[in-house]
């Protein structure tokens, strides 16, 4: 089994930044890609930022440079540094980790909650 925890949630003003943290632990074989996916209220869980074995991520539409994924393969940790923050980010961000070398498996974190407020 794979566990997946998420950090780094909080409030913040809008323009703040943030920077969550996601590590996955237990009987990793590889982990084929990791991600960042947000539930804000009202809406279906949504693509924020996609990282895989390479150095190409894949981001939402709506992040338009502000949010950078990033990965720490020695620690199997991913992170997700946030800049310049709307009202509209706030919600429940979620890490998925995918194992396998067919991406097989698939897991989920518990979420952090991202609230942007004045």
């Known amino acids: 089994q794979v566990q997946v925890v998420e950090s780094g949630g909080g409030m913040v003003q809008p323009g703040g930044s943030l920077r969550l943290s996601c590590a996955a632990s237990?009987?990793?074989?590889?982990?084929?890609?990791m991600g960042w996916y947000r539930e804000a209220p009202g809406k279906q869980r949504e693509l924020v930022a996609l990282?895989?074995?390479?150095?190409?991520?894949d981001y939402g539409d709506f992040v338009k440079g502000r949010f950078t994924i990033s990965r720490d393969n020695a620690k199997n940790m991913a992170y997700l540094q946030m800049n310049s923050l709307q009202f509209e980010d706030t919600g429940i961000y979620y890490c998925n980790v995918v194992t396998g070398r067919l991406g097989t498996n698939q897991y989920w974190g518990q979420g952090t909650q991202v609230t942007v407020s004045s």
């Open positions: 990282a895989f074995n390479d150095d190409n991520p």
């Open positions: 237990g009987r990793i074989d590889s982990i084929y890609c």
